[in-house]
């Protein structure tokens, strides 16, 4: 029997108040099939439902009546309400295939899955949608999505994607387009490959699906010290970085002048590779491409000065220890220095990721061991860390390593924060 098993209904819910229980299988909602939580969420938006379940063998129809985008009040085994689609592509600059030997097997599942574009803002290349499955993303109109393109040049990306399905994006790309679907793009740039007159021609043809593509995110390639065997690539140098920034910031200026809009972003790393000041922050809109690390440190800056500028000088000298990535600490360092007018003094501590090498410097991928061997002795006064070195909702770090395991081995707490506000708001708390 197909169909989605019940586990829980919500108190009070719609479902609970017409009989439908736990344990029932959900087969169809106003005779649709219901296939994963896009379906079920396109499906139960309106105000009346017919509502078919399997219960013991007897199938059960139930007329639902609730307002219209109310929740009916299902819950299923996952959020997602299937398997989560995997990747099927060798990109040249693939992330999880740098990863060490014997590292955690969920770090080592490749997701390329349109839904978790829509639900969670997670890239991909739509190469690994079926046209039956591309066709639902038009009938049901999920928007935005999450696209990496890194080259519409189509022999340049199946080239960097290995997979000879890769240059139809364009196609594609226009099909949202035409639906109505809003998608955000982003852009792995590797040197000599998809940069210089690629990266143009890239550019050029996601301009004219503006303003449905709503933005372009360019980032440089991140190289781990595990590349064996596999295709040789290497970073940007800072000169290189310049070039790029000076180009960017050109078609940056043209698209404002044409929409009044930035619409082609560089992440940060561009401006701490070349040593360069990062733009001003309101050259970053609302903040379109953050998850790429655009506008990342501003928008850190932006929330610190505000909760900062609420905060009277404390009582009593207070030192802190901060830790985070080698790239940005020169930006956090001067950053931090405003706390010196109120009793506040600040030592940031770069921590060097020798987990993965290469030239991986961001805070997010720093890992347990490499807090262990930045502080290598014993007991001191607490260390503060970015929250996004650990997992979401879980306090692991990319090694596997508890915060609380990190906790006993350094001797000393470990205090992570989120955003400049809530960092000033730690600061300046009675945690410390």
Not at 382 to 402: A, H, Q, S
Request: hydrophobic content about 40%; charged content about 25%.
């Amino acid at each position: 029997m197909q169909g989605k098993v019940i586990t829980r209904v919500e108190a009070g819910s719609p479902a609970a108040r017409e009989g439908l229980q736990a344990g029932d299988r959900l087969l169809s909602i106003n005779g649709e099939g219901v296939k994963d939580l896009i379906d079920y969420e396109a499906l139960t938006v309106r105000g009346r439902l017919i509502v078919e379940v399997e219960r013991t063998g007897e199938k059960l129809r139930y007329l639902v009546r609730k307002k219209v985008g109310e929740p009916l009040g299902l819950c299923f085994e996952t959020t997602l309400m299937d398997r989560m689609q995997t990747c099927k592509n060798r990109c040249l600059f693939c992330f999880v295939d740098q990863m060490p030997k014997g590292i955690r097997s969920s770090l080592n599942v490749k997701d390329d899955d349109w839904r978790l574009s829509f639900i969670m803002g997670n890239y991909v290349t739509l190469t690994n949608v079926s046209e039956e499955e591309f066709q639902r993303i038009l009938k049901r109109r999920v928007s935005p999505l999450y696209v990496s393109v890194h080259a519409t040049d189509p022999d340049v990306r199946v080239k960097l994607m290995s997979n000879p399905t890769a240059g139809r994006i364009m196609e594609r790309l226009s099909a949202l387009r035409e639906a109505g679907i809003t998608f955000h793009t982003q852009i792995v740039l590797c040197p000599g490959l998809n940069d210089r007159e690629v990266l143009a021609r890239t550019l050029s043809d996601l301009a004219g699906l503006y303003p449905y593509c709503a933005s372009i995110a360019a980032v440089p390639v991140g190289l781990t010290r595990y590349r064996e065997g596999l295709y040789p690539l290497r970073g940007y140098t800072p000169e290189e970085a310049r070039a790029l920034i000076a180009y960017g910031e050109g078609k940056q200026a043209a698209y404002r002048e044409r929409w009044a809009d930035t619409f082609f972003y560089l992440s940060d790393e561009w401006y701490l590779t070349a040593g360069l000041p990062l733009p001003p922050a309101e050259s970053y809109g609302d903040f379109p491409q953050i998850e790429n690390g655009v506008g990342l440190l501003r928008l850190f800056e932006l929330d610190f000065q505000e909760a900062l500028g609420e905060k009277a000088p404390l009582p009593a000298p207070r030192h802190i220890t901060v830790a985070g990535g080698t790239a940005a600490n020169p930006f956090f360092r001067a950053l931090y220095r405003e706390l010196g007018k109120y009793n506040i003094d600040a030592l940031t501590v770069p921590v060097e990721n020798r987990f993965f090498g290469g030239n991986v410097h961001v805070a997010g991928l720093v890992t347990a061991s490499d807090l262990m061997a930045a502080f290598p002795e014993r007991g001191g006064e607490p260390i503060l860390i970015p929250r996004n070195m650990l997992r979401e909702k879980e306090n692991v770090f990319l090694d596997g390593i508890t915060l609380s395991e990190l906790e006993g081995k350094l001797g000393r707490r470990i205090i992570p924060f989120n955003g400049g506000r809530e960092f000033i708001e730690t600061v300046f708390g009675d945690e410390l």
